[in-house]
């Protein structure tokens, strides 16, 4: 009866899987959605937790073990509506669950935990929990040494002591087992304790190991921790693009790093903060110190000195604004972009807020090919992901809408509007 019951569960999953699709394709739906979303309605706050509750109260009808299963599957129809990486929604829900929810679990697990059921063990107590400590650690360090000729030994060994923190996991397995009388009190109470532990020394361990270094890879310096700096790199990091704030006053350095932000503190118009952070010419860097004059200095710095291209600048000031035309510099006025802003609000309102607003379907990217076998093939010859747009092509500085039988070249810059998903096969496409 039981297996009937969780098949029965899974059909359900089925169905509210099906429907979630259809419903998402439905622009009328989408545009209601995104309008209630917002504010004291929440619709899509509301209609996750309602789903969560169904698929919860579901499986405690069937039992109480299945409950976790419950859970699960209603989160797996989640990721299946929503991007991942990008989604408000997301956001708002871990914002629930480790705001709210998950800490009320454990107050209880800890007002249940008994230290003195530990004295079952005697004289066999720590070895004991040694040797569940270390197994615990094992059981995901060794399996990830699966991993060493993609990421390398380093970054898998970190990886395996990262993942050897499961601490929710654990306890409601353990919680579950000492219900059911699987376990005693005693090695619930050794889970427990050593489920705490992984999660005090994993990531201490992983960043030890596998230490974040500033100066390797794709990166973007922000010079200045004003608010508009620090939003700026916080909506960077959803997009998984590295940011580097350089911030020199010691309290807002110390305000923005315990936020959990890049940064370092340092003076922009310095040189030697450019070369500890190793500056290439792929860098973007973003002058945002709050003083035009400050910018400017720093900006100066960059382009004559250090002979960097790269930059961006806000301004108020034309004749701030001339003098970057002149040097070759991007700046950004706040009051042309605050009036394109309200002109696409009211030319455009729905399109404005799939493109700037949300961060849940679809995103606009521009991909460089670089692959040579893309060199003089018909674009209609080209097999684009069906998530993906081509909108235009800039070549030698000069953009055109393309068509079916418009040859591509190296270095063209294509502006794609689709799904991530769907951006990373062209990206991987066009650039091999």
Not at 89 to 99: A, F, Q, V
Not at 174 to 186: K, P
Not at 189 to 205: D, G, N, Q, R
Request: net charge positive; glycine share 6%; charged share 20%.
């Amino acid at each position: 009866t039981e297996l009937l019951y969780i098949l029965i569960l899974f059909f359900v999953f089925y169905l509210f899987y099906r429907l979630g699709n259809r419903v998402k394709r439905i622009h009328h739906l989408k545009k209601l959605a995104f309008q209630l979303s917002h504010a004291a309605s929440q619709i899509r706050v509301r209609g996750s937790v309602v789903m969560i509750l169904i698929f919860v109260v579901l499986s405690q009808y069937i039992s109480e073990e299945v409950v976790l299963l419950g859970a699960f599957l209603s989160g797996l129809i989640l990721s299946t509506l929503l991007h991942k990486e990008r989604s408000v929604l997301m956001i708002k829900l871990d914002g629930m669950g480790y705001g709210f929810f998950i800490p009320i679990f454990f107050v209880m697990v800890g007002i249940q935990f008994d230290p003195a059921a530990l004295m079952e063990f005697d004289q066999s107590l720590f070895g004991f929990l040694g040797l569940l400590l270390l197994t615990l650690f094992l059981v995901k360090i060794v399996p990830s040494l699966l991993w060493t000729r993609l990421f390398g030994r380093r970054k898998s060994v970190a990886a395996g002591f990262l993942m050897s923190s499961r601490l929710s996991l654990i306890i409601a397995a353990s919680a579950i087992g000492l219900q059911l009388g699987v376990i005693t009190s005693g090695i619930n109470a050794s889970f427990i304790l050593m489920a705490v532990l992984t999660c005090l020394f994993s990531p201490v361990i992983f960043n030890w190991i596998n230490p974040v270094k500033l100066t390797e890879g794709e990166k973007t310096l922000i010079i200045g921790g004003s608010s508009t700096a620090v939003l700026l790199a916080r909506r960077m990091n959803i997009h998984g693009k590295k940011v580097v704030i350089i911030e020199k006053e010691k309290a807002r350095f110390e305000e923005i790093n315990s936020k959990g932000l890049l940064i370092v503190r340092g003076d922009g118009t310095n040189q030697d903060i450019y070369k500890k952070l190793k500056l290439v010419p792929e860098n973007y860097v973003v002058v945002e110190t709050g003083n035009d004059e400050r910018n400017y200095e720093i900006v100066n710095l960059l382009r004559n000195e250090l002979l960097h291209e790269r930059i961006i600048m806000r301004t108020n000031k034309m004749p701030y604004v001339e003098k970057l035309n002149q040097l070759g510099v991007v700046s950004i006025d706040l009051h042309r972009i605050l009036a394109t802003a309200i002109e696409n609000l009211i030319l455009r309102p729905t399109t404005y807020h799939d493109l700037v607003e949300t961060f849940e379907n679809y995103s606009v990217e521009e991909v460089a090919i670089t692959n040579k076998a893309m060199d003089s093939k018909r674009l209609k010859e080209i097999p684009f992901h069906s998530g993906a747009v081509l909108m235009m092509i800039t070549r030698d500085k000069t953009s055109f809408i393309p068509h079916g039988e418009t040859y591509l070249r190296l270095g063209d810059l294509l502006h794609i509007f689709g799904t991530q998903t769907a951006l990373q096969e062209v990206r991987k496409r066009m650039q091999g």
